[in-house]
């Protein structure tokens, strides 16, 4: 199996430095480095990452206008952020751009290493109070105004095109549970619970597991 591929994006040398040299020593791939966003953005796009590990701080944009760029270059890469702050607005605003997961910098090495490796296989990766915060926000979000209808008010179906199977992984997804959980409660292996989310998000035309999330409580299906 290929190493999975990574950059690290933060604009203190010694923290990317030791954030590489721990990836590296736990078998990682870091494809490359760098203390600026756009050019992360510029480099992340010959570098090809799996996941790109990423402060919300730079010194030149935003990490959330970084995760929109990255996005753009590369649709498939899973952004991991990194950072100092655990503000409500700062991890909403970075998951609402597309971030897959959020962990503050305090998190210990050995729960960073495996953080990364969940994010790499597609689950959506908090630090431990903001998980419950942003399936919060998108509960508050699908409460409002026109929740299940569409432009002229009509009932859509819950889950398009989707089969018993997808919808019942997808139910699950929506209560916040990864996949190895998934796999255990529907007694399915884990590369099932990936192909079935997978599938799901190609017919839903999403991006990444927290679009997916936000697809399913918007319906009602974290009920």
């Known amino acids: 199996m290929n190493p999975i591929r990574v950059m690290v994006v933060d604009d203190h040398p010694m923290w990317r430095e030791g954030v590489a040299r721990d990836l590296t020593e736990a078998g990682f791939l870091v494809v490359a480095t760098s203390g600026e966003g756009r050019q992360a953005i510029r480099v992340a796009a010959a570098a090809r990452p799996d996941v790109v590990v990423l402060d919300l701080q730079l010194p030149d944009i935003s990490g959330v206008e970084v995760i929109l760029g990255l996005r753009a270059a590369l649709p498939a890469v899973r952004v991991l952020m990194l950072s100092a702050s655990g503000e409500q607005q700062s991890v909403l605003d970075a998951v609402k751009a597309g971030a897959t997961g959020y962990l503050v910098k305090s998190t210990a090495p050995a729960e960073f290493l495996e953080a990364v490796h969940r994010t790499a296989a ?62 255990q ?33 918007e319906r009602g299906l974290d009920d």
Do not use: C, W
């Open 122 to 183: 597609g689950d959506a990766v908090f630090t431990p109070g903001l998980a419950g915060l942003v399936l919060g926000e998108y509960r508050r979000l699908a409460a409002g105004p026109g929740r299940g209808t569409g432009p002229a008010g009509a009932a859509e179906p819950a889950t398009p095109q989707l089969t018993e199977r997808e919808t019942e992984v997808l139910r699950l997804v929506a209560k916040g549970m990864s996949y190895k959980q998934i796999a």
């Open 185 to 217: 409660r529907l007694g399915l292996s884990h590369r099932t619970v990936q192909n079935h989310v997978q599938n799901t998000l190609g017919k839903l035309q999403l991006h990444n597991r927290v679009e997916l999330t936000r697809y399913a409580i």
